[in-house]
């Protein structure tokens, strides 16, 4: 099957999956049900779980071990997107294309929207059958210490943190580097890891697939920035423009637009050549890399 193809068909299993995994509309009480789904199903590009299908079926994992853990990942990062969003942080009005959840569902629902994602996520994680054998059971339960770690305050936390105190300030190139692995790198990085992990990779699969992890999710947010710059909001879903507003430290703003690109052109071949020893089996992750670095939103 042709990439595009195959990667179309895994992002229509996660919405499906996603769908299946949350309480529907209509169950008590509604308002935080509506909120939840309003903000998941609002059409992100579903990279993450995408990433951990194709990092654990690189190495021989089976779909429906693979699909709790590619809904868990966009959860946590949808709760993030709406934390961003509050006025608390970075007060925004746009989002996938739509009014953000406070400006829909006000501040106090926002919030718990937020944390319904973020405690549903290791809810899904922690149901397991009983049937289940040792090997598969200790394969999940190392897949969400990864994936807790990289969203606690030595990833996706401490990113924001950094993010918020290094607003308005000269930030070094070394700070700006820690900031993105921790804020997006770090999550980025679970997945493809996660992924592996629940595939029952190989210690030397582990090692090239971490060390892709790290080239692409370094790359996706000096992309990111780099969009913010170049890109209208119709094309990005969200404010455009706002990192220079806001003061915030980014790559372009630290090392100029060309410097940037090339900085994610030399990370996606980093990438690229981390796949190296998986050979054919590596044909997805091989075109995500390709399509972080040349997507336009
Ligand atoms: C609130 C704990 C907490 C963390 C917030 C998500 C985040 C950290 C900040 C949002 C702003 C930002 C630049 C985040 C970096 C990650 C990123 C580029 C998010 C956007 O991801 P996409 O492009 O979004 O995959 P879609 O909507 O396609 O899923």
């Known amino acids: ?144 210490a990864i994936l807790g770690e990289a969203c606690g305050t030595a990833g996706l936390i401490g990113g924001q943190v950094m993010d918020l105190e290094c607003e308005g300030r000269a930030t070094s190139a070394p700070d700006l580097e820690r900031l993105h692995r921790a804020k997006t790198g770090a999550l980025l990085s679970a997945c493809v890891q996660g992924g592996a992990v629940l595939g029952d990779a190989g210690e030397e699969d582990l090692a090239s697939l971490s060390r892709y992890a790290a080239a692409v999710g370094l790359a996706f947010q000096v992309v990111d920035d780099v969009l913010d710059a170049t890109e209208a909001a119709e094309r990005l879903g969200k404010t455009a423009g706002k990192d220079e507003t806001a003061h915030k430290a980014t790559y372009v703003s630290v090392h100029g637009l060309e410097k940037a690109r090339a900085t994610a052109r030399s990370l996606r071949t980093e990438a690229l050549s981390a796949l190296g020893p998986l050979g054919s089996r590596a044909g ?6 390709r399509l972080v670095v040349d997507r336009h939103s």
């Open 284 to 289: 997805l992750l091989a075109e995500i890399a």
């Open 1 to 144: 099957m042709e990439a595009a193809a195959a990667l179309d068909e895994l992002r229509a299993l996660v919405e499906l999956a996603l769908d299946r995994a949350l309480p529907p509309e209509t169950a008590w009480p509604g308002t935080i049900h509506r909120a939840v789904r309003y903000s998941l199903f609002a059409g992100g590009k579903r990279i993450r779980p995408v990433l951990v299908l194709a990092a654990g079926e690189a190495v021989g994992g089976a779909r429906e071990e693979l699909l709790p853990f590619a809904c868990a990942v966009e959860m946590i990062h949808t709760y993030s997107l709406i934390h961003d969003d509050l006025p608390a942080m970075d007060d925004d009005d746009l989002r996938r294309g739509k009014p953000t959840s406070h400006k829909v569902f006000g501040e106090a629902m926002a919030i718990l929207a937020g944390d319904a994602l973020l405690t549903r996520a290791f809810h899904l994680l922690a149901e397991m059958p009983d049937t289940w054998d040792e090997g598969r059971v200790r394969r999940r339960v190392r897949a969400m």
